[in-house]
């Protein structure tokens, strides 16, 4: 087992090397840089070239692409993250302000979507076929095929502006101190990432209970006499479980790269905010950090969940 | 040089001069659109009363003339109102070929724009004119300012036919610099256009400008060289909870006299005078050279030498307590009045001015106005190029500054208006090529009326009175402000949850929005910002 995790470590490395330098590469053919999104087109003419050439220089893009990206990882392997183009901040500074408003965000959503998703979908496959089932399938699909920036918009029309429960955006507001002056703000934005969470969630844990309830290993339950409530929580809900925590693994990755569209939708200053806006200001060292970030979520989550799967199917580790 | 370009060429003079552009109305090279009646065609195709009472539902004023109504434009201008058989007419006198398809570009990505262009391809396509659009991204000024080699025959470098863009001028100059020689990206030389920027560039005396942009205006109008849309405005908008007690309006892009000193707001609940706003910071607070007055935090944080009233019209001293130019106008000179502060309290020193001078001269992005003016200055070019370390016409005698230039500027007292000096001691060891990049900018110590108080980056920023501040102290108790970029796209659900007290917008589309709402006063301000089409000339290597 050991040696598989290793293994595994070891293609995780050139794999992150490999996406990394593709991001960089797309930045590079993204037309303009830093400072071409610093001049307002407007007065694009009255600028001086070679003063704008000046601060290019300044900013380390006169260099070619490969010794830009080389120098960009060999700091990155030294610990160095570098410092914004734009605003020259320490990126390691931006990521530990704007990471917190994320993890928070998404945390929260996450434990939400989990519990809530897994009961309404065992409800669901225990009432299959009845009216239950059928509006929680109902609610599932809508709440999949809803895109999240019209659930966000409709929960500030009605929980903001109509009912005034919440307030419309940000984080916190001066003289707020601890979490709980702050709850007011994470309620709307968490509950509507939550959403799409939770409806796949739900849609996930309905067929794996309906799948884990036509074994046989639950009519042998069953046939020894056990209640009902035990044959299908502690037999069946437990079997139908696992492939629920492989998908909650696999999102795990949202944790860092955050919810773009909610983020921007109630003004939450996370990690997701900061990459729309590095993005559009060519923000070539803040892409890349968030980029390499989201790129370690998702292969730990993907290793994550390969040992997990191994630990409980030996197959997968035997066919090694 | 052929036979062919030497008539072109002449051509290209002659129809500089509005007495016989008229009658010699034709291509002065195998680009239809060097024809005038093509231009002209395409001015009488756009009904831009509709365009503006649609698109912009009412939120715009259409152009006739580069500059904005005004002492300084002519009342006679062609008014090229919509005329599509005008139109078609003209295009079969110039023999347009149908099959041609323009290339229009822009580089506006809101709605607005989107649907402007779809509209101009219909009226367009009605007097037979086929038009593709496309939005330029990127580095857009290598796209469309780019000047050809030969400024007199081409061929352009900027592939575009046709580019809708704009023209915010700070000075009224700005919008016939770029007829100077070789500064067009997409228009011949016409020699009596060089004449007439070096004229308005050249002297300080409003008359002869005057003279120079009615001219200009004629030369342009006459021989549609570019086709102004329409003049956007500024939408100022305030609570009903703020009293700006008599405070006049004005360009909000800029700095001026807003008296922001004297407002005042009604108490919230906790009985505190809170005021919000949007244009706080998201990533840092940008240098107050690049736009000037747009991002409203720093107009309440700096203080600028001279102050203007809301037309940008210099009225006197801010930071300076009197001020003089010299006969020739060749020499500025100021006196910082006594006991001015940054918000540390630290002294505000004539070496704080002199270092901010500078800087102001070689940080890259620096407003053109004011970079013109600066680069004027005796020993400017030897300290950009970094053969000098200090600019040698600026010095000080105790509080007194006195500025020398090597070139008259017409709009000196304009740019000091709106210069706001930073506290030098605070970039000890920072290029000015790189300031935007300094850890100052991210709680910047400023002058203004307002100190910044607490700064949670992306989230909100918070200022309050800076006690002593010598205009008197404010008497809002707190300012919050939500970050956003000029353009706010979260204005009118703040707007509607009580969150926005004051601000401004250009955006036509949150303006019926805002004025739904009972508790909000809207105000247009007619500013200088034309909307326009220019149109390339030039044979180029697309064609």
Not at chain 1, 63 to 78: D, E, G, I, S, Y
Not at chain 2, 16 to 39: F, G, H, K
Not at chain 2, 52 to 66: D, L, P, S
Not at chain 2, 338 to 344: C, I
Request: with cysteine; glycine share 8%; proline share 6%.
């Amino acid at each position: 087992m050991l040696t598989y995790i290793i293994r595994r470590i070891l293609i995780l490395i050139p794999m992150a090397f490999a996406i990394c330098f593709l991001v960089y590469l797309g930045l590079e053919l993204t037309p303009g840089d830093a400072v071409s999104h610093m001049i307002n087109p407007d007065s694009a003419g009255s600028m001086d070239p070679a003063q704008l050439e000046a601060l290019r220089q300044s900013l380390g893009l006169g260099q070619p692409f490969h010794v830009r990206f080389w120098a960009w990882f060999t700091n990155l392997m030294q610990g160095n993250f570098g410092y914004s183009m734009s605003g020259g901040v320490p990126i390691a500074s931006i990521i530990a302000t704007r990471l917190p408003a994320t993890l928070e965000l998404a945390a929260v959503a996450l434990v939400f979507s989990t519990l809530v998703g897994s009961l309404l979908g065992v409800l669901s496959a225990l009432k299959r076929g009845s009216k239950t089932d059928s509006a929680l399938t109902v609610v599932g699909m809508l709440g999949v095929s809803i895109p999240e920036f019209f659930f966000g918009l409709v929960a500030i029309w009605v929980f903001a502006l109509n009912l005034g429960w919440f307030p419309v955006g940000g984080r916190s507001m001066p003289g707020y101190v601890t979490f709980w002056d702050r709850l007011p703000h994470l309620v709307m934005p968490a509950m509507v990432l939550s959403i799409m969470l939770t409806a796949g969630v739900m849609r996930y844990a309905r067929s794996s209970m309906l799948d884990a309830l036509s074994r046989d290993f639950i009519k042998t339950a069953r046939s020894k006499g056990l209640p009902e409530w035990r044959v299908n929580l502690l037999h069946g809900f437990r079997v139908a479980l696992t492939p629920v925590v492989v998908l909650i693994g696999f999102r795990l990755p949202v944790l860092i790269g955050g919810s773009v569209i909610i983020e921007q939708v109630f003004q939450w200053p996370g990690i997701g905010n900061e990459f729309i806006s590095a993005v559009r200001s060519q923000d070539y060292p803040v892409v890349m950090t968030i980029a390499l970030l989201s790129v370690m979520a998702v292969l730990l989550a993907s290793l994550i969940v390969d040992v997990l799967t191994a630990v409980i199917d030996p197959r997968v580790r035997l066919g090694d | 040089m052929t036979f062919k370009t030497l008539i072109a060429a002449g051509l290209a003079a002659l129809l500089s001069t509005t007495a016989i552009a008229p009658v010699l109305a034709q291509p002065i090279n195998e680009n239809p659109l060097s024809d005038p009646r093509v231009r002209k065609a395409i001015a009488y195709a756009l009904d831009m009363e509709t365009i503006v009472e649609t698109i912009f539902e009412g939120q715009a004023v259409r152009a006739v003339g580069m500059l904005p109504d005004g002492p300084n434009k002519p009342t006679d201008l062609i008014r090229y109102d919509y005329d599509p058989d005008k139109a078609r007419a003209l295009l079969a006198e110039a023999g347009w070929d149908s099959s041609r398809v323009l290339d229009v570009v822009y580089y506006y990505t809101d709605q607005a724009t989107a649907d402007l262009m779809a509209a101009m391809q219909a009226y367009l396509a009605d007097v037979g004119i086929s038009m593709n659009y496309r939005l330029v991204e990127g580095d857009v000024a290598s796209q469309i300012s780019v000047v050809p080699d030969d400024p007199v025959n081409g061929p352009s470098k900027v592939t575009w036919d046709m580019l809708y863009g704009a023209r915010a001028a700070l000075a009224l100059q700005e919008y016939f610099n770029r007829y100077a020689y070789g500064l067009k990206p997409m228009i011949p030389n016409i020699p009596r256009m060089n004449e007439l920027v070096a004229k308005v560039n050249g002297t300080t005396d409003p008359e002869v400008q005057r003279e120079g942009y009615f001219e200009m205006e004629h030369i342009i109008n006459e021989n549609v060289y570019q086709i102004p849309l329409y003049y956007q405005q500024l939408y100022t908008y305030e609570s009903d909870r703020l009293d700006r007690n008599g405070a006049p309006y004005g360009n909000e892009q800029y700095n001026y006299n807003w008296g922001v000193e004297n407002w005042t707001i009604a108490p919230d609940a906790s009985g505190k005078a809170v005021m919000y706003t949007n244009a706080g910071p998201s990533q840092f607070f940008e240098v107050p050279w690049q736009n000037l007055g747009i991002w409203v935090a720093n107009k309440f944080a700096f203080d600028t030498i001279l102050e203007a009233d809301g037309a940008l019209t210099p009225i006197g001293g801010e930071m300076a307590e009197s001020y003089s130019v010299s006969e020739d106008g060749l020499t500025f000179t100021f006196t910082l009045k006594d006991g001015l502060t940054w918000h540390d309290g630290s002294p505000i020193t004539a070496d704080d001015v002199i270092w901010s001078i500078g800087a102001a001269t070689k940080f890259p992005v620096t407003q053109p106005v004011l970079q013109a003016t600066m680069k004027k200055i005796e020993g400017a070019d030897a300290f950009i190029k970094g053969e000098a370390e200090t600019l040698s016409g600026v010095s000080a005698e105790g509080n007194t500054i006195t500025i020398k230039f090597a070139r008259l500027d017409p709009n000196v007292l304009l740019s000091f208006s709106q210069f706001a000096p930073l506290p030098s001691k605070q970039f000890e060891g920072v290029d000015p090529v790189t300031l935007q990049q300094a850890a100052f900018w991210q709680k910047p110590i400023g002058s203004g009326p307002f100190k910044i108080d607490e700064v949670v980056m992306n989230d909100y920023t918070t200022l309050v009175p800076f006690e002593g501040y010598h205009k008197g102290t404010p008497k809002i108790e707190q300012i919050i402000a939500r970050p956003s970029s000029d353009n706010d796209g979260n204005l009118l659900v703040n707007a509607q949850a009580g969150r926005a007290d004051f601000g401004y917008t250009k955006a036509a589309g949150d303006v019926p929005g805002l004025e739904a709402l009972a508790y909000m006063n809207v105000y247009p301000v007619d500013i200088p910002y034309t909307r326009m089409l220019w149109i390339n000339q030039f044979p180029h290597p697309t064609r």
